[in-house]
Nanobody
């Protein structure tokens, strides 16, 4: 059974920092591309950051220079370090593990964790 369990969210003041963690079990972690997504009130779920199995990363424009995604394959964990937080970063953050091989695609989601940034 695949499980993705997020932790580290909560309430933080504007300008503050939070580190999210996502521990993954039930799959071969190091071959999966890992992502953090978020969904705010009245917003669609959007990709925040991704780190691929080869270590390459990409970020949504509004978080570039503020957020850093990393992974520890030994611990089957992906992190999202969020600095200089803004109220508009308030959202439920979801961890995702995905891979595709030819026509086969797989995507696994955590339940999400709330980050609230107060002004």
């Amino acid at each position: 059974q695949v499980q993705l369990v997020e932790s580290g969210g909560g309430l933080v003041q504007s300008g503050g920092s939070v580190r999210l963690s996502c521990v993954v079990s039930g799959l071969v972690f190091n071959i999966y591309n890992m992502g953090w997504y978020r969904q705010g009130i009245e917003n669609e779920r959007e990709l925040v950051a991704r780190i691929n199995s080869d270590g390459s990363t990409n970020y949504e424009d509004s978080v570039k220079g503020r957020f850093t995604i990393s992974r520890d394959n030994e611990k089957s964990t992906v992190y999202l370090q969020m600095n200089s937080l803004k109220p508009e970063d308030t959202a439920v953050y979801y961890c995702n593990a995905a891979r595709s091989v030819g026509h086969y695609g797989e995507s696994n989601w955590g339940k999400g964790i709330l980050v609230t940034v107060s002004s």
